[in-house]
């Protein structure tokens, strides 16, 4: 989500407490449910990044697509 500036990449928020700001996109989302758990392979395909709230937001608003907010 950080590197792609242009073409939304989706916006999978995965922690049910909102306070607790986490998400990915649409292709960590999919290869999470390949791997059903964040296995070795997902932590590598994932390739996660912390970020500030204010970022967080800023994300969620380039990347969300309607349907996964």
């Not at 990449?9 to 306070?19: H, L």
Request: proline share 3%; net charge negative; glycine share 4%.
């Amino acid at each position: 989500m950080i590197e792609s500036k242009v073409l939304p990449v989706g916006f999978v928020e995965n922690s049910s407490d909102p306070n607790d700001l986490q998400a990915w996109c649409e292709d960590c989302e999919a290869m999470f449910l390949r791997e059903d758990d964040k296995t070795e392979a997902f932590c590598g395909f994932n390739n996660r990044k912390i970020v500030c709230a204010a970022c967080y937001l800023e994300l969620k608003s380039r990347h969300s697509r309607g349907f996964n907010t």
